[in-house]
């Protein structure tokens, strides 16, 4: 019967840990970037401590679910209090990556290619934490649209891809636009490719 015991528990801290971790290494690839502003202003170095965030927190996310089982399983005081302090830090983390995603202005942004050329693998913003795929931009077409937020500059101030075996690369300079949706025009004139960025 004990044995019986002792392996209920085993068991249940294993599966704990494993749904943990993976629920953890959710929530660290979501709020990373948010996470690592902390230790760093460098965009370069936050990519890089990414590679530690992630695990850390899907770590965890093992402790809190497996202490969560076997708090549930062992009634044990020590067990519920470990689960209760990494429930608190996870919420942490994700009130830290929710704050970090929040749009609070909101703004669809367009490609629209005016020339000659096919657009590849196009992307809008100049920070690539937080910048968005356009994809491919045919001659004469615009893109969907994506979701920026106008109080980042960085979401949508700069355009980049490839424009036949060249580049389409533009960065608008202004610090603030007013709401309204955008479209980035792009059109070729003396063999070189101007931009626009106007309001629809």
Same mark, same amino acid.
């Given at each position: 019967?004990?044995?019986?015991?002792?392996?209920? +528990?085993?068991? +249940?801290?294993? $599966?704990?840990?494993? &749904?943990? %971790?993976?629920?953890?290494?959710?929530?660290?690839?979501?709020?990373?970037?948010?996470? %690592?502003? &902390? &230790?760093?202003? !460098?965009?370069?170095?936050?990519?890089? $401590?990414?590679?530690?965030?992630? @695990?850390?927190? =899907?770590? $965890? #996310?093992?402790?809190?679910?497996? *202490?969560?089982?076997?708090?549930?399983?062992?009634?044990?005081? =020590?067990?519920?209090?470990?689960?209760?302090?990494?429930?608190?830090?996870?919420?942490?983390?994700?009130? !830290?990556?929710?704050?970090?995603?929040?749009?609070?202005?909101? *703004?669809?942004?367009?490609?629209?290619?005016? +020339?000659?050329?096919? /657009?590849?693998?196009?992307?809008?913003? =100049?920070? /690539?934490?937080? *910048?968005?795929?356009? =994809?491919?931009?045919?001659?004469?077409?615009?893109?969907? *649209?994506?979701?920026?937020?106008?109080?980042? @500059?960085?979401?949508?101030?700069?355009?980049? #891809?490839?424009?036949?075996?060249?580049?389409?690369?533009?960065?608008?300079?202004?610090?603030?636009?007013?709401? #309204?949706?955008?479209?980035?025009?792009?059109?070729?004139?003396?063999?070189?490719?101007?931009?626009?960025?106007?309001?629809?």
């Amino acid at each position: 019967m004990m044995n019986d015991k002792k392996i209920v +528990t085993v068991t +249940t801290g294993c $599966l704990g840990m494993v &749904f943990g %971790a993976a629920l953890g290494a959710v929530l660290g690839v979501y709020s990373s970037y948010a996470l %690592a502003e &902390f &230790f760093s202003a !460098n965009h370069e170095k936050q990519a890089y $401590l990414t590679i530690v965030i992630i @695990p850390a927190v =899907g770590l $965890l #996310g093992a402790i809190a679910v497996s *202490s969560t089982a076997l708090g549930v399983a062992t009634r044990k005081k =020590g067990a519920v209090m470990l689960a209760g302090l990494g429930w608190g830090l996870l919420a942490l983390v994700l009130a !830290n990556g929710l704050m970090f995603h929040h749009i609070a202005r909101p *703004s669809e942004v367009r490609v629209q290619n005016q +020339t000659k050329l096919m /657009f590849q693998n196009v992307f809008v913003g =100049g920070d /690539f934490r937080q *910048s968005h795929r356009i =994809g491919n931009v045919a001659p004469g077409e615009t893109s969907e *649209s994506v979701i920026v937020d106008l109080d980042r @500059p960085p979401t949508y101030n700069q355009i980049e #891809g490839r424009a036949g075996i060249g580049y389409v690369r533009y960065r608008d300079e202004r610090k603030s636009l007013t709401d #309204g949706n955008y479209t980035y025009v792009v059109r070729e004139e003396a063999d070189k490719l101007t931009y626009e960025l106007r309001r629809d």
